[in-house]
Nanobody, 127 residues
């Protein structure tokens, strides 16, 4: 059973930065993609970002494009989400997941083919 553990969430002021980490229990190249989702209180889960293992291509939702950056450390089996210029609307629980397919499910905010999920890390942004 693959385990994913997110970390790095917390309370941050608007305009600040956080770096989330998702540590996997096995080689992240075993998965076609690694993705980040978020779910704000009372809202549907949203696909935020994705990185492909094959070519390193990335996806960002329009709501975070230009502010968030996804990256990976292969030696540590860890994927990161650097969050800059954080806004109150970024408040949510952030989840990472492994995917069998390309970034399409994340782009669509859906979960098909996303086999393993972490328990999430809470990001709270104060205005």
């Amino acid at each position: 059973q693959v385990q994913l553990v997110e970390s790095g969430g917390g309370l941050v002021q608007a305009g600040g930065s956080l770096r989330l980490a998702c540590a996997a229990s096995e080689n992240i190249f075993n998965f076609n993609v690694m993705g980040w989702y978020r779910q704000a209180p009372g809202k549907q889960r949203e696909g935020v970002s994705c990185i492909s293992s094959s070519d390193g291509s990335t996806f960002y939702s329009d709501s975070v494009k230009g502010r968030f950056t996804i990256s990976r450390d292969n030696d540590k089996n860890t994927v990161y989400l650097q969050m800059n210029s954080i806004q109150p609307e970024d408040t949510a629980v952030y989840y990472c997941a492994t995917g069998r397919y390309r970034c399409t499910p994340i782009q669509e905010g859906l979960s098909y083919g996303m086999d393993y999920w972490g328990k999430g890390t809470l990001v709270t942004v104060s205005s």
